[in-house]
């Protein structure tokens, strides 16, 4: 869905570096969440927004730290990379009952 | 503690079959269950929700059937297409969606022609 933008799409980088994953959406909308699918597992959340004051930790934040810029931007960020954060991540939006998902950022930590 | 059991992990269909997916919750707190579709190299797309209020919804060729007391819900794919191949997973979430989504394990489904 072209209303929600993940930059970079793929990547790949070594342990412990530092790594930042942007997600920019033009839905106008509140809420906004970070997902991490692997293989196998589904997908798994990480963190979400209601707004730019309100941050919640999911079911796996350990490891990861996010900021929300402005209404439509959240990132994401990898404080010291290890290799099993190697995964496909995927930002989501959501109005109502509805999440919208991104095209996913395939992130490698050798 | 996986919250949302999805099974099968994979199935095969002939065109024109029927494709069914099942999934088992134990949260009884969750109160919207999403089916989504998933294709290679693309995020998961919302395919059809339920509420736990309503036995059956149907939309199109897909329709979900929701047990409240079995605490199960399943997605059936009448007149399956090749297009139809891709990833499925169930989730369900509390407060309609808001705090996220509990997703299950995911089937790859592939519909032979």
């Known amino acids: 869905d072209a209303d929600v933008t993940q930059t970079p799409r793929n990547r790949i980088t070594k342990t412990g570096k530092r790594i930042m994953l942007e997600c920019s959406q033009t839905k106008g909308h509140d809420r906004m969440y970070w997902y991490r699918q692997d293989p196998g597992l589904g997908l798994r959340l990480i963190y979400y927004?209601?707004?730019?004051?309100?941050?919640n930790k999911g079911e796996i934040s350990d490891g990861y730290s996010v900021s929300r810029q402005a209404q439509a931007k959240f990132s994401l960020s990898l404080e010291s990379a290890i290799p099993n954060q190697t995964a496909l991540y995927f930002c989501?939006?959501?109005?109502?009952?509805?999440?919208?998902f991104g095209p996913g950022t395939r992130l490698t930590v050798l | 503690q996986q919250q949302v059991k999805q099974s099968p992990q994979s199935l095969i269909v002939q065109k024109g079959g029927i494709s069914i997916i099942n999934c088992a919750y134990e949260?009884?707190?969750?109160?919207?269950f999403p089916w989504y579709q998933q294709f290679p190299g693309k995020g998961p797309a919302l395919l059809i929700a339920?509420?736990?209020?309503?036995s059956e919804k149907k939309e199109g060729r897909f329709t979900i059937s929701f047990n409240k007391s079995a605490k199960q819900f399943s997605l059936h794919i009448m007149d399956s297409q090749p297009g139809d191949s891709a990833t499925y997973f169930c989730?369900?979430?509390?407060?309609?969606?808001?705090?996220?989504?509990?997703f299950g394990k995911g089937t790859h489904l592939i519909i032979q022609p």
């Open positions: 989730a369900a979430s509390t407060r309609g969606g808001a705090d996220g989504l509990t």
């Open positions: 949260n009884t707190a969750f109160d919207y």
């Open positions: 927004s209601f707004d730019v004051k309100d941050i």
């Open positions: 339920i509420r736990p209020d309503v």
């Open positions: 989501a939006t959501s109005v109502g009952r509805s999440q919208y």
